[in-house]
């Protein structure tokens, strides 16, 4: 089975050649394909394909401008270092230990006390 992303995927790509290949065609033999004339036909199709880049470069500028105009101003360095100072100033909340108590033993290390 094919994910969603895989099927976009396949579709770009077969989208993508098949214009090439069309491009291709209509540069390369125009006059064989359709009996146009071939030098219109040249500069027709590099204008088209110009066109379409120059506004697909203007559209990725665009978007950049509009995410720059739109997304908010980072804060200041100041302000962050301040609040990281404050957290660690805070005192911590005292967590109560659990001690587990022993039995007493003598400790075997220690030299014995004569009585």
Known sequence: MVSK??????????????????????????????????????LDAVLIL?????IAILAIGAWIGWTMATTPPPKPIEEITTEI??????????EPTKQTEMPATEDKTAPKKKK
Do not use: M, N, Y
């Open 5 to 42: 992303d895989q099927g976009i995927g396949g579709a770009i790509l077969a989208v993508c050649v098949i214009v090439a290949v069309g491009f291709v065609l209509l540069v390369g033999i125009p006059k064989q394909l359709f009996g146009w004339d071939p030098t219109t036909v040249r």
């Open 50 to 54: 110009v066109s379409i880049a120059f």
């Open 85 to 94: 100072e404050e957290k660690k100033e805070e005192p911590k909340a005292e």
